[in-house]
């Protein structure tokens, strides 16, 4: 019983900034963890980021790392997706997920279009 609204994507120049928002509603937890995965055309769905509820810890995929920034905002209820020096390859639609214990929560996505 979570629902999870994706926000911020767009059509972008290679080179530009999006920024990812995603807010968290209904049924949520004390503790979890929070992060976004993408999926480009006709592949499989690939880690981007993550971060615990303290914001301390954060997890990047390497594609990314140094361009994009994973933060979040426990008294909104919101985790960011700050994108910088956006290639072409970042193309996808980007699911935010919400995991507490062995239970994972997903977004509907939000198309994320970088041109060259």
């Known amino acids: 019983q979570v629902q999870l609204v994706e926000s911020g994507g767009g059509l972008v120049q290679a080179g530009g900034s999006l920024r990812l928002s995603c807010l968290a509603s209904?049924?949520?937890?004390?503790?979890?963890?929070m992060g976004w995965f993408r999926q480009a055309p006709e592949k499989e769905r690939e880690f981007v980021a993550a971060?615990?509820?303290?914001?301390?810890?954060?997890y990047y995929a390497d594609s990314v790392k140094g361009r994009f920034t994973i933060s979040r905002d426990n008294a909104k209820n919101t985790v960011y997706l700050q994108m910088n020096s956006l290639k072409p390859e970042d193309t996808a639609v980007y699911y935010c997920?919400?995991?507490?214990?062995?239970?994972?929560?997903w977004g509907q996505g939000t198309q994320v279009t970088v041109s060259p």
């Open positions: 971060i615990r509820m303290s914001g301390v810890s954060t």
């Open positions: 209904g049924r949520t937890f004390s503790s979890y963890g």
């Open positions: 997920f919400l995991q507490h214990f062995a239970s994972v929560y």
